[in-house]
């Protein structure tokens, strides 16, 4: 391990469940990444694994069979397995903000049918806030529930659910209007329902009305299924309401979503890494001119601010995954740290392409899967634009000017 991205003031425990975490990737995930992405498939031998070692419970409280870790831990590990690959941390990400609502928002009931199953992988969460034509506009959600006795019924189309195949239950942001009266703000009609469904996909076994067309064909962020969700006429009792009282969801979801920020300010920090390390060990195997690489200023240079934007970034997620940790509102933080992980990210994969130079766009060499990864950190859980829309309403709040 190098100098780079290191953690101060960490337990026995969580120093053990990383270097576990980074002997599992180093010795399971980086040596067949390139080719199960390459071919688009699921990483099922590395999710039994990573069930076994007990990362779907990492972050579930201990009474229901979880680890009972801190966000930073999980994100820690996610920094780990984002550097072998980081499609695999797209797997546990969804779960864990499935989890952590649950754990924050849902009713006892609903904590002890889900939460146990979740620790051992049983059951694996998706969450779906995102539709076709809406981007990063979630007010204007259109899917809705309508209530009919102890049932709603629920029609409408979801897009962007990593893991829609795969799961076996969907956190779902919908639209219901009872109880509001007409101009209510949009965020305060909205609910979370909590979907339980076979695996697969086209028409769902186990919920009538409920299709997963399929997956959806990317540039890259590859095995991992994408998804879109159709609901038609789908029927969900009352009591798969996220903590059992309606118009709630937004406030649940945003919740979650200060968690997946978090997540994707250490998927950038764990691709950037792999990264670095692929440049600085190609700068001192190629030689130009007489010499290697890495000894031409040039060179020097790039590794220099590649390092930089390695330590920086991932200093700024483990500030943001602390202040979460202590119970403080962390979404200026949050909003940074995804900001400039992700930014980051493109930049260090960017200058580790341009000095592996022709080899870095074979697909022979790891950077060229790098390469198209990194651009998916900047639209994953609200692009940049919304991260500064974010960090400069709160900036504005805790420096506004006295009346």
């Known amino acids: 391990m190098g100098r780079l991205a290191q953690t101060e003031g960490l337990t026995e425990i969580q120093q053990d469940i990383l270097s576990t975490v980074r002997s599992f990737v180093d010795k ?38 979880g680890l009972g870790e801190s966000l930073l831990t999980y994100a820690l590990v996610v920094e780990e397995i984002a550097r072998g690959w980081m499609s695999v941390s797209g797997i546990v990400n969804t779960h864990f903000i499935v989890a952590y609502m649950i754990a924050q928002h849902g009713t006892q009931a609903q904590k002890d049918h889900f939460l146990p199953r979740m620790a051992t992988g049983e059951v694996r969460g998706a969450f779906s806030m995102s539709e076709p034509g809406l981007g990063s506009d979630v007010g204007a959600i259109r899917t809705k529930g309508v209530r009919d006795g102890d049932h709603y019924v629920i029609n409408g189309q979801k897009m962007w659910l990593t893991n829609g195949g795969t799961s076996t239950l969907v956190a779902v942001l919908c639209r219901t209007d009872e109880g509001h009266p007409e101009g209510t703000a949009p965020h305060k009609s909205m609910t979370t329902f909590l979907i339980e469904k076979t695996p697969g996909f086209g028409p769902n076994e186990s919920v009538p009305g409920l299709t997963i067309p399929g997956k959806i064909d990317k540039m890259g962020y590859k095995g991992v299924d994408t998804t ?20 709630r969801g937004f406030y649940q979801m945003m919740d979650g979503v200060e968690v997946g920020r978090v997540n994707v300010a250490a998927r950038g920090c764990g691709v950037a890494q792999r990264a670095f390390e692929l440049g600085i060990r190609y700068a001192q195997q190629r030689s130009t001119f007489g010499k290697k690489i890495a000894e031409h200023q040039a060179i020097q240079f790039k590794l220099s601010e590649m390092a930089t934007k390695v330590e920086a970034a991932h200093q700024m997620m483990v500030m943001a995954a602390r202040k979460k940790d202590s119970g403080k509102r962390n ?6 740290a995804k900001y400039l992980a992700s930014e980051y990210c493109k930049e260090v994969v960017e200058d580790s392409f341009r000095i592996h130079g022709g080899y870095g766009f074979s697909k022979e060499y790891e950077i060229e899967r790098l390469y198209r990864e990194a651009p998916m950190l900047l639209i994953g859980e609200g692009t940049a634009e919304i991260q500064k829309m974010i960090i400069g309403r709160r900036l504005l709040e805790d420096y506004r000017l006295g009346e």
């Not at 071919?39 to 201990?62: C, H, N, S």
């Not at 879109?228 to 118009?247: F, H, K, Q």
């Not at 979404?331 to 940074?336: K, R, S, Y």
Request: hydrophobic residues 45%; aromatic residues 4%.
């Open 28 to 65: 399971e995930i980086i040596p067949v990444a390139t080719e199960l992405e390459h071919r688009d498939e699921y990483p099922a031998a590395i999710v039994e694994g990573m069930k076994e070692m007990g990362l779907f419970g990492l972050m579930i409280p201990e009474e229901y069979g």
């Open 228 to 247: 879109e969700m159709i609901l038609e006429d789908v029927r969900i009792p009352a009591d798969m309401v996220l903590g059992g009282t309606s118009g």
């Open 331 to 336: 979404d200026l933080e949050a909003g940074m």
